[in-house]
């Protein structure tokens, strides 16, 4: 580790390396994982689907002594119009990169074929109010959003759990840097999202993000204002939060 530190609530840790990074992550993890399976017998999850994780994911489900069969998995949002098996849509990202790989209990997709949204969004709301989130793995977007909670429509306060956005240009550019569209004019313009109130109501959270892409974010995570600006910096505010950086993404910071 390279430098670790705390920015209002929020803890950081700086890797030498993207490798590092989600191993180190991922070990964390793991270790949070097993404490609570063993405490509360199954656990709730929600999981980041970016190319930012891979490293993560790949090392998480390397553990061979976690017991996902105690683990009901969700993810956290996915496009709308994008053909059910489109490899960007975000269920099938998760699905090759973990989902289909070790036995879980239950996966739980948002439906990326669902011809009304927000009928879909009731739908997956009312699924997680079953299953309170105890654990999510996330990431930050170059805009400085989590999930698709871009800062134009990111709410702190959002009355609902889940809902269809339209993505700003700069999360959509994100899409192309991260090699996952060839242009911009084949990034659908909307999506669904788990809202803010959602994703920072579990008990842990562990934010994993590499790449120089992300530097900009990463400061105004952790040394800007707490602002729907960088929907990011609310991390500062969870009593249980740690922010995962490469020396790449932490340059600003650093």
């Given amino acids: 580790m390279v430098k670790t530190g705390k920015a209002d609530k929020l803890t950081y840790k700086i890797y030498e390396s993207r490798q590092e990074m989600g191993i180190c992550a991922a070990k964390e993890a793991a270790a949070e994982i097993k404490a609570q399976i063993a405490k509360k017998g199954e656990i709730n999850m929600i999981f980041a689907a970016a190319p930012s994780q891979n490293e993560f994911l790949a090392a998480l489900i390397n553990d061979k002594e976690i017991d996902w069969t105690k683990i009901h ?25 973990i989902f289909g790989k070790v036995p879980f209990a239950s996966v739980n997709y948002i439906d990326i074929t669902a011809t009304d949204p927000y009928a879909e969004a009731e739908r997956y709301a009312a ?8 654990i999510i793995c996330m990431g930050i977007g ?8 871009d800062p134009h429509v ?3 306060n959002d009355k609902y759990a889940v ?13 192309v840097n991260d090699g996952c569209f060839a242009s911009i004019d084949l990034v659908p313009t909307h999506a669904m999202t788990l809202t803010i109130p ?23 995570t952790v040394k800007g ?13 969870h009593n249980n939060a740690t922010l ?8 600003k910071i650093l």
């Fill in 225 to 237: 204002e707490i602002t729907e600006a960088c929907p990011a910096s609310i991390l500062r505010r």
């Fill in 73 to 97: 998995a969700f993810h956290m949002d996915e496009y709308i119009g994008l053909d059910k098996d489109a490899p960007q849509g975000f269920g099938n990202f998760l699905y090759n990169a």
């Fill in 154 to 156: 990111a709410d702190f």
């Fill in 142 to 149: 170059e805009n400085g959003h989590i999930a698709f909670n």
């Fill in 198 to 220: 959602t994703l920072v109501a579990p008990e842990v959270i562990f934010c994993v993000v590499p790449a120089p892409t992300k530097r900009d974010a990463v400061y105004n």
């Fill in 244 to 251: 995962y950086l490469d020396t790449d993404s932490a340059s």
């Fill in 163 to 175: 809902k269809p956005v339209e993505l700003d240009n700069v999360c959509r550019m994100q899409q």
């Fill in 127 to 134: 699924l997680l109010a079953e299953h309170p989130c105890d």
